[in-house]
């Protein structure tokens, strides 16, 4: 089974930054991609960065320019740069990590809650 924990969360002043970062661990042949989504109270989850194993990004342009994927030294680890925070960035960040084991599967982490407030 694969594990997806994030971190990194928690309560930032408007304009402020945070980074988030996303662990995944277990049985993992390899990584196809690893992307970052946020869903804020009543509202549908929404994607705010994905990064693939040969490095290429992509981001919304809601965040374009002040939010920042990237990967670490192990190539399970995951981060995610978020500068210029606005108060709509309230939400609770999701990583979805997926994994090329004998087929492609999505796994999801718990979560990690971001508030943006003054």
């Known amino acids: 089974q694969v594990q997806v924990v994030e971190s990194g969360g928690g309560l930032v002043q408007p304009g402020g930054s945070l980074r988030l970062s996303c662990v995944a661990s277990?049985?993992?042949?390899?990584?196809?991609?690893m992307k970052w989504y946020r869903q804020a109270p009543g509202k549908q989850r929404e994607l705010v960065a994905a990064?693939?194993?040969?490095?290429?990004?992509d981001y919304p342009d809601s965040v374009k320019g002040r939010f920042t994927i990237s990967r670490g030294n192990a190539k399970n680890t995951v981060y995610l740069q978020m500068n210029s925070l606005k108060p709509e960035g309230t939400a609770v960040y999701y990583c979805?990590?997926?994994?090329?084991?004998?087929?492609?599967?999505?796994?999801w982490g718990r979560g990690t809650q971001v508030t943006v407030s003054s």
């Open positions: 979805k990590t997926v994994v090329l084991n004998s087929d492609y599967g999505d796994y």
């Open positions: 990064i693939t194993s040969g490095g290429n990004t």
């Open positions: 277990g049985i993992i042949f390899s990584i196809y991609s």
